[in-house]
């Protein structure tokens, strides 16, 4: 697999340099040189095959050789050791589980394949690899449980401060071993600010040998695409042709991977961008104008995100077309307001318990579908979390209804720790050269 910048087409680098390297020197990411395409015949016939089956055909697909098969199938069946079940709500609208895994939300897929292929490349006696990472919540618990013991490796999470749930929180800052976290007084585009700063530091990058484990690291992005194709199998099965997927959107790399997937030949009807009123993307849709803002808090806190960071790979995909781009994706937004009456209204008709993220997306869903009465697809839309992550938002008869977690229950008993920091970057700076 080769990989160019988005920022310059002629570069060339392997996958394992991109994923070290995390992002090009020219502050680009990383796309594939070529999209490879899958075979007719396994589309046809994907109802026959497993989550791990599917994950290998098309990780192999993209990656090529760069990992040789029994490693990469050992590999992916380490990484991809949790279900993403479709749950059907009614005659044609589905929701996929994507929080069956350690850290309880679909940042599993990306953080345990991306953990394990660097420490896959990283050879004995390699310097120490220092991974930074942002998050608004969900992402910090998926690496550092994905990295979590894996040796030569240390990662530092900055998140910020009193915008987590108390399960993010203590997913983040119970950890200890090779874990550290940082409580940042800011936002989280103030936590990737810092973590992008960090990268283009030069006495930084003398000293440490620094990568990411954001959305925007390639080996977060592939795994994504498994459960896609996945889903559609399952859809599949069920006696659906055709398929509409609504994702709910902050940095854009999950309805990224799924539009990838979509380019790789799964055939999808149409792509729903569901986004709170951090609508950066919604609003270019409708415009042509792409301008970001300073993002604002709601209570789906993931998707808190003024400047996505994978819409460049988007648009790349895309070959910069934004009508291609509108027409395959529609976007809609909701107010916290909205979020909470959908949040009612899922646990009244289904008596389904969905975080805030994935009522947003089932809102989405809901629009499309009294927008295109006529579409027979199988809607699914992506629940992104457990419920459990974000207790403030529920009832007292829905929390009853939430049943905790092992993961959860264990992360009482552990004592927490963290620094906390200010959002200038020279004392992100000192921080790291000092501790
Ligand atoms: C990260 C996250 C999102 C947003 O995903 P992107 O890939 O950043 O668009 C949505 N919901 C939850 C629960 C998340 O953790």
């Not at 340099?17 to 046809?44: H, R």
């Not at 399952?234 to 055709?242: E, Y």
Request: hydrophobic share 40%.
């Amino acid at each position: 697999m080769q990989l160019y910048s988005t920022n310059n087409k002629n570069l060339r680098v392997s996958f394992q340099e991109a994923v070290f390297n995390s992002m090009p020197q020219d502050k680009g990411l990383y796309m594939p040189v070529e999209i490879p395409q899958l075979e007719k015949g396994f589309i046809t016939d994907i109802e026959k095959y497993s989550l791990p089956e599917i994950a290998y055909k098309i990780a192999s697909t993209l990656l090529g050789d760069e990992i040789p098969a029994t490693d990469l199938k050992a590999l992916i069946e380490d990484a991809a050791n949790f279900d993403a079940p479709i749950v059907k709500l009614d005659k044609q609208t589905f929701v996929l589980e994507l929080f069956h895994g350690p850290s309880l939300a679909f940042k599993d897929f990306g953080a345990r394949f991306m953990s394990r292929v660097m420490a896959y490349f990283l050879k004995d006696g390699e310097q120490l690899l220092d991974v930074l990472v942002a998050t608004s919540g969900d992402t910090g618990g998926a690496v550092a449980l994905g990295f979590l013991g894996v040796p030569n490796t240390r990662v530092t999470i900055l998140f910020p401060k009193g915008k987590v749930s108390e399960v993010q929180r203590l997913q983040l800052t119970t950890n200890g071993k090779n874990i550290r976290a940082i409580a940042v007084d800011g936002t989280f585009d103030d936590c990737q600010t810092l973590v992008k700063q960090a990268f283009a530091d030069d006495e930084l990058n003398s000293k440490f040998r620094l990568t990411s484990a954001n959305s925007i690291n390639i080996a977060r992005l592939i795994p994504q695409t498994f459960y896609y194709f996945n889903a559609y199998a399952q859809v599949k099965r069920q006696g659906f042709a055709t398929i509409v997927f609504s994702v709910p959107s902050g940095n854009f790399g999950n309805i990224g991977a799924g539009l990838l997937a979509y380019r790789m030949g799964l055939p999808v009807h149409q792509f729903i961008a569901a986004t709170n009123a951090n609508d950066t993307v919604p609003r270019f849709l409708e415009t042509g104008v792409y301008e970001t803002k300073p993002s604002v808090q709601t209570y789906a806190n993931a998707m808190d995100v003024g400047a996505p960071s994978n819409w460049v790979r988007i648009m790349d995909l895309f070959k910069e077309d934004r009508k291609v781009i509108q027409a395959l994706v529609k976007a809609y937004r909701f107010t916290d307001e909205e979020t909470l009456a959908g949040i009612t209204e899922i646990f009244e008709k289904f008596n389904y318990v969905a975080c805030p993220h994935t009522a947003i997306a089932y809102l989405a869903t809901k629009a499309y579908a009294e927008e295109n009465p006529t579409d027979e697809s199988a809607k699914v839309f992506l629940s992104t979390a457990h419920a459990c992550k974000f207790p403030e938002v529920f009832s007292a008869e829905m929390t009853a209804k939430i049943e905790l977690p092992e993961q959860v229950k264990s992360l009482k008993n552990n004592p927490e720790v963290y620094d906390e920091l200010g959002k200038d970057f020279e004392g992100f700076k000192e921080y790291l050269l000092k501790k």
